[in-house]
């Protein structure tokens, strides 16, 4: 297992996935975005036209197509059978099936698994998603728990859809986005709630440099106990 293990846990555009790349950088460590095996799992069952209801399918998926997860140059790039889906797996369509893939338990516990595989073979490492504190990384070196109010997130989403074009409604995003945080929330297996040793952030009024400076200041301070 690593050396360094960071988890950053929280809800859908808390900015916990561009907190953890910035922050992976500049520890020099291996950044895992969590939510692109949920994804690429999506994407996968998508195109096979399965019942997204069908648990043993979605499985068989799982286990049936090679998924690659690499991060180079601070990017997390996703494959599967060597097509490279990156843009892909950022859908609306896959966003919106996304939580069938997160409420099967025995695709949870598959995923967890190579998420625990990604880790073992690698020296420092900062994983973000909804259950790696919780579940995937337990003893996790540092845990941290993103939050935001859902209208702040919303409009960052809004901002972060303008930079590809697309002029989204605010009031639909902040409400698709609560409709993510009860799904989330109230899933059985893997739920989103903060560990119980998780460092709690609310980044509401806070800039992303700001919350990687904060989260770096925490890292810091435990290495240096840590030596
Ligand atoms: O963070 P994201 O929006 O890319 O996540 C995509 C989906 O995967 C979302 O429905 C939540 C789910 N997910 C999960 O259940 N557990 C994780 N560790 C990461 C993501």
Same mark, same amino acid.
């Not at 190579?114 to 990384?137: L, N, P, S, W, Y």
């Not at 059985?188 to 709630?193: C, R, W």
């Given at each position: 297992?690593?050396?360094? @293990? @960071?988890? /950053? #846990?929280? %809800?859908?555009?808390?900015?916990? =996935?561009?907190? !953890?790349?910035?922050?992976?950088?500049?520890?020099?460590?291996?950044?895992?975005?969590?939510?692109?095996?949920?994804?690429?799992?999506?994407?996968? !069952?998508?195109?096979?036209? /399965? +019942?997204?209801?069908? &648990?043993?399918?979605?499985?068989?998926?799982?286990?049936?197509?090679?998924?690659?997860?690499?991060?180079?140059? *601070?990017?997390?790039?996703?494959?599967?059978?060597?097509?490279?889906?990156?843009?892909?797996?950022?859908?609306?369509?896959?966003?919106?099936?996304?939580?069938?893939?997160? $409420?099967? %338990?025995?695709?949870?516990?598959?995923?967890?698994?190579?998420?625990?595989?990604? !880790?073992?073979?690698?020296?420092?490492?900062?994983?973000?998603?909804? +259950?790696?504190?919780?579940?995937?990384?337990?003893?996790?070196? /540092?845990?941290?728990?993103?939050?935001?109010? =859902?209208?702040?997130?919303?409009?960052?989403?809004?901002?972060?859809?303008?930079?590809?074009?697309? +002029?989204? #409604?605010?009031?639909?995003?902040?409400? $698709? /986005? &609560?409709?993510?945080?009860? =799904? +989330?929330?109230?899933? $059985?297996? *893997? %739920?989103?709630? %903060?560990? &119980?040793? $998780? @460092?709690?952030?609310?980044?509401?009024?806070? =800039?992303?440099?700001?919350?990687? &400076?904060?989260?770096?200041?925490?890292?810091?301070?435990?290495?240096?106990?840590?030596?």
């Amino acid at each position: 297992m690593a050396d360094l @293990i @960071i988890t /950053i #846990d929280g %809800p859908a555009a808390s900015g916990k =996935s561009t907190t !953890a790349r910035l922050l992976a950088r500049k520890l020099d460590a291996s950044f895992l975005d969590t939510g692109a095996m949920y994804r690429a799992v999506t994407l996968a !069952a998508m195109q096979a036209g /399965i +019942d997204l209801n069908d &648990e043993q399918k979605l499985l068989d998926i799982t286990q049936k197509f090679d998924f690659q997860f690499s991060d180079r140059a *601070g990017k997390m790039t996703v494959r599967i059978d060597d097509a490279d889906v990156t843009e892909q797996i950022r859908s609306l369509e896959v966003t919106a099936n996304a939580r069938f893939i997160a $409420a099967a %338990p025995k695709v949870r516990e598959e995923l967890v698994k190579m998420q625990r595989h990604f !880790a073992a073979v690698r020296r420092k490492i900062v994983t973000e998603g909804r +259950d790696q504190g919780t579940v995937a990384f337990g003893d996790a070196d /540092i845990k941290f728990y993103l939050t935001a109010d =859902s209208f702040e997130r919303a409009r960052r989403r809004q901002a972060e859809l303008l930079t590809k074009g697309i +002029d989204g #409604d605010l009031e639909q995003i902040q409400e $698709a /986005i &609560e409709k993510r945080d009860k =799904s +989330d929330e109230s899933r $059985a297996v *893997g %739920p989103l709630k %903060p560990a &119980e040793d $998780a @460092i709690v952030i609310d980044t509401t009024n806070l =800039s992303i440099e700001q919350v990687v &400076e904060k989260l770096a200041g925490y890292v810091e301070e435990k290495c240096s106990k840590k030596t």
